[in-house]
């Protein structure tokens, strides 16, 4: 079983639509959390980082549930731009230790 | 402000040879992270740097990868010899701070072609 686990998708949405990624992960003891997002043949770059207590960045929401050890991403308002692959990422306790997962492809058409 | 440069952004070798990747993190970050990404495993984190000294490498697939960091604004990635599985998208990382718990900036990649 792989240490950090997401469906790889794809996803295919229509505009407007809204849309939730989720990501488990094995290691109890993981400490930090991400969302990455990465477009076809270019480098991934930081959507945004995941709180206990839950953060929000204009249509994207990112949830952490430690007791159940799943990470959360809700895109509302789906637009043409957020076509991409969506790496979960997180970090062993200690933090040297950075797990992405597979990433799951998003499509979202007009 | 320039992010992390790698170079060559693409190399195609035949098997049997050496291969040199480098990079350049960002001005002032203190640690530094090499990846490897295929289609089968993903993004995988080959061996990372703070301060200019090696923290964990058990990522390096064995014994034919090297990684240096000589300064703060160098690194490079060595397979000697190549082979066809090494095949891959490299990817360059740094970050301002200790750990893999703060952003990360990638590089644009560098695509390696393994005849």
């Known amino acids: 079983r792989k240490e950090v686990e997401q469906d790889p998708g794809p996803f295919n949405v229509p505009e407007g639509a809204t849309v939730a990624f989720n990501c488990t992960y094995s290691n109890s003891a993981s400490q930090s959390f991400f969302w990455y997002r990465q477009d076809c043949r270019k480098e991934p770059k930081l959507l945004m980082s995941?709180?206990?207590s839950g953060n929000e960045d204009g249509r994207f929401t990112a949830q952490l549930n430690r007791a159940s050890q799943y990470i959360s991403l809700l895109i509302r308002d789906s637009k043409l731009s957020d076509s991409a692959t969506y790496l979960c990422v997180v970090n062993r306790a200690g933090g040297f230790k950075t797990i992405f997962g597979a990433g799951t492809r998003l499509f979202v058409k007009a | 402000d320039a992010g992390v440069i790698q170079s060559p952004r693409h190399e195609v070798t035949e098997m049997g040879q050496e291969v040199t990747l480098r990079c350049k993190p960002i001005s002032g970050h203190n640690s530094l992270f090499w990846y490897r990404q295929t289609m089968m495993r993903g993004l995988e984190l080959l061996i990372y740097f703070n301060n200019n000294v090696p923290i964990d490498d058990s990522g390096m697939p064995e014994d034919r990868f090297s990684a240096k960091m000589p300064n703060a604004s160098f690194s490079t990635l060595k397979i000697q010899p190549s082979e066809p599985r090494d095949s891959a998208v490299y990817f360059c990382?740094?970050?301002?701070?200790?750990?893999?718990?703060?952003?990360?900036?990638f590089g644009p990649g560098t695509r390696l072609t393994v005849l």
């Open positions: 990382a740094s970050s301002s701070q200790g750990g893999g718990g703060n952003e990360q900036f």
């Open positions: 995941v709180y206990s």
